[in-house]
């Protein structure tokens, strides 16, 4: 039976993991190696590792960071920020990522989704959405790093996006990351009542309860979070043994 | 490396403001040698030469090497104590306020009323001098900085007729259109200090951080000059103009003067007012205090960066503050972006070359989404706008080409 | 380790894959291992192995382009142990569906198709079981002493069809579907999954194909 993945994600600005608060707020949490070896090693499905100011920056990942973080790291890895080109995807590809996740460049230029796909395969390309409630209903996609407005419907993007081929959806709440007050329920179910291909939830996750809540009212495919696992509040080895006890198929040794 | 020469000496009507004729950028955080000190606002006139910036021959400027200094020199712990000290002296026995706190319930007001209340047990009253126009997310964070994060709160809203044209005034003689907020909000705090018999007041971090006189960092305390005078009509100036002149031209009247004149030095004596930073005695750093605020009182981030910059969550409250620094651009070439990208690399959140990145992205970006909100309140047409701000151009810092204002010197 | 012993395993490069990946998980064992699309390097490889991710299309492209078509056919001639990973795995087959039906390397007789009409959500992406396709087991076979029902990594919109039954290694389940998740043809394994994405598990089957050479 296909199991549910818990991924750790990292946001990451130069050689440091950084964590903000709607996203917003570069404070250092760690060193990508360290916490990326620890998380492997306590069981995390994937890793998520985002370089959060690259689109803001106007430049690249820094694809030799990724190399050196990658090492001894047995798991897939989704690596995403300023991704702009299939040279881009290839270079990420070869430093270490198995997947890529795409934002700011894909709203701009939606074709560039297509292109990708067709060259690498759906299954390597992912669509990071960063999406914040609207006052009169509805979520807006946001980019660079959660800073820019689109205009556009985050659940239209994601209908289209999918049309384009991607194989995946990374869905992050800007209003609930950071805050640990549990998942954004309600954005998360407007895609995932939906959606075909699988689908990554991030921003809120605070304790192991959230983690049931959310697969009990929404089931997405992976749960993603930051804050709780940096900070300590408790390991993915909690968050595991806590899903595997109430019943949900999770990759879990007693 | 000495300082870039300029190719020809500049004549003094081509440098506005008595500013430096040649532009030099820090090497460490791209602040340009344009950037002026703190004024005595209630005494700011048109004639005014600003203080500038300090640089060391090292092309290295004083905000920098202070922070150097705060980082390597400073016995914080050390200051903690003296804290602990100065509160222990002051903490009410009897449940009265101990401290005056001003501000907005940002979240460097939100940082230092709970710290001070939750952490060092005193019972501060916070006291809000209002934003010319509010935004919908600064009343949110205030409402939250009282409800959630847990003060007592004194909100003075000034005759909005009055404040409206002040900052007409200032904005059309001074190209400053904050500074009756500034003026407003230096003296709330003493003002109630002595409505309130309080005489401890508490801000957050000192401007002499960001490059004031670097002297001015070895005091907890402000500088009496900056919150009381002995104030007559001839040397209280509002708008760049003497509150006699407004009077006299039936602009204003005595009656509306009230909200700016700042405490009289024989109230501020007697009562034995001080005004303390507490980037005195812990060390600042903007973005814990985002981190802080969020957790503590409830502040938010806008919706979207601010305009003219990459922050989300500096100085959001009022309308009116976009064109605040979008004069600082004019009239000095140094954005909004720059200005939170200068204190983020001393912070060493960010490099030099992050910073020279954003400020290419974002320093120059026009403020459209309050300008027409902004006309209105100022009562403005949008060409005499454009005229006045054209005029405030100095030559040594700004060039047409085809049509359109650059500036001519852009960090690197 | 003495170098003269060390074990030269090739991954052919053919312009897609995440090499980085395999590289480290290969060189976890201490063997000599290179990226190469050299027809020559490839041809006195003691073993070789196909990476995995992309589409068939770009993969036979990428294969067409730098003369490596016939290069690897005839490696799979040797006996030498060859490896394909998830699309380097779909490459080995005859036919692969997607963009339209193209022509394999003609290895493992079968064809690559699509899920097609499944209730569960595609791509398969995740941790899922892998267990014998028949009561034989795994006995001598790249999964040799691996426990039935190890969660790998999947990741895929295609499956393997192999037309002869005694090619499928291993199965899967996902929902109430199964397909082939992992081939055999002689010392030619092909692997659905990605097992040096696999955690310690998946090294462990790394482990026991560089043990065949």
Known sequence: MKKIRIIPRLDIKGSNVVKGI????????????????????????????????????????????LKSFSDGIFVPI?????????????SALRAGADKVAINTYAIKNPQFLNEAVKKFGSQCIVLSIEAKKRPDGGWEAYT??????????????????????????????????????????????????????????????????????????????????????????????????????????????? | MS??????????????????????????????????????????????????IAFGRDGICDACRYAEYKDTQIDWKLREKELIKLCDKHRSKNGYYDCIVPGSGGKDSAFTAHVLKYKYGMNPLTVTWSPHLYTDIGQKNFTSWIHKGGFDN?????????????????????????????????????????LYKTPLIFYGENQAEYGNNIKDNDAPTMKESFFAQNTTLENLFLGGVSAKSLISKDKISLNDLNPYIPAPYKEIKKLGVQV?????????????????ASKNTGFQVNTERTEGSYSKYSSIDDKIDPFHYYT????????????????????????????????????????????????????????????????????????????????????? | MNYKNKKNIAIVDYGVGNLHSLTKALGHFGQNVFITEDADEIRVADAIVMPGVGAFKSGMEGLKIRGLVN???????????????????????????????????????????????????????????????????????????????????????????????????????????????????GNIYGCQFHPEKSGELGLKIIGNFIKLI
């Not at chain 2, 950037?35 to 203080?51: A, I, L, M």
């Open chain 1, 22 to 65: 709607h996203c917003e707020g570069l404070r250092i949490v760690g060193n990508p190696k360290d916490l990326a070896c620890k998380y492997y090693k306590e069981g995390a499905d994937e890793l998520l590792c985002m370089d959060v100011v690259a689109s803001l920056y106007q430049r690249n990942l820094d694809f030799n960071l």
């Open chain 1, 78 to 90: 989704t690596v995403g920020g300023g991704i702009r080109s299939t040279n881009d995807i290839n």
């Open chain 1, 144 to 254: 660079d790093g959660g800073r820019e407005k689109t205009g556009i419907d985050a659940v239209q993007w994601s209908k289209k996006a999918i049309k384009l081929g991607v194989g995946e959806i990374i869905l992050t709440s800007i209003d609930h990351d950071g805050i640990r007050k549990g998942y954004d329920i309600e954005l998360i179910s407007a895609i995932s009542s939906f959606s075909p291909v699988p689908l990554i939830v991030h921003g809120g996750a605070d304790s192991p309860d959230s983690f049931l809540d959310v697969l009990k009212k929404c089931r997405p495919e992976g749960l993603s979070a930051a804050s709780v696992f940096h900070y300590g509040d408790f390991s993915i080895k909690d968050i595991k043994k806590h899903l595997f006890n109430k019943g949900f198929p999770i990759r879990y040794e007693l």
């Open chain 2, 3 to 52: 300082p870039i020469k300029s190719r020809k000496k500049l004549k003094s009507s081509e440098v506005k403001y008595g500013l430096p004729s040649e532009v030099v950028f820090c090497k460490r955080c791209i602040i340009s040698n344009q950037r002026p000190n703190s004024t005595v606002e209630f005494k700011n006139t048109k004639e005014d030469k600003k203080e500038t």
């Open chain 2, 154 to 194: 004194i909100l003075f809203t000034p005759n909005g007729r009055v404040h409206r044209l002040l900052t007409k005034y200032a904005f059309e003689n001074l190209l400053h259109p904050f500074q009756p907020f500034v003026i407003g909000q230096r003296n709330i705090g003493p003002k109630f200090a002595i």
């Open chain 2, 276 to 292: 303390h930073y507490l980037g005195y005695y812990l060390k600042w750093d903007p973005q814990e205090c985002y981190y802080y």
């Open chain 2, 328 to 412: 600082l651009l004019i009239k000095f070439g140094i954005g909004r972006a720059t200005n939170d990208a200068v204190q983020e690399i001393r912070n060493k959140k960010i490099t030099r070359e992050e910073g020279v990145a954003l400020v290419h992205r974002y320093d120059q970006e026009f403020p459209q989404k309050y300008f027409k909100e902004f006309l209105e309140y100022i009562d403005l047409a949008e060409d005499k706008f454009w005229k006045l701000i054209n005029s405030g151009r100095s030559p040594h810092l700004w060039k047409k080409e085809k049509g359109e204002w650059k500036l001519k010197h852009i960090v690197k």
């Open chain 3, 71 to 185: 290069t690897v056919k005839d490696f799979s001639k040797t006996g030498k142990p060859v490896l394909g990973i998830c699309l380097g795995a779909q490459l080995l087959m005859s036919e692969g569906y997607e963009f339209g039906k193209l022509k394999g390397l003609n290895i493992i007789p079968g064809k690559v198709v699509p899920f097609g009409k499944i209730k569960e959500k595609v791509p398969h992406i995740g941790w899922n079981e892998i267990y014998p396709a028949t009561k034989m087991g795994w006995s001598k076979t790249l999964f040799e002493l691996i426990r039935p029902n190890i969660d790998v990594y999947f990741v895929h919109s295609y499956m393997f069809k192999p037309k002869d039954r005694k090619n499928i290694l291993a199965l899967t389940k996902y929902g109430n579907f199964e397909f082939c998740s992992a081939i055999k043809k």
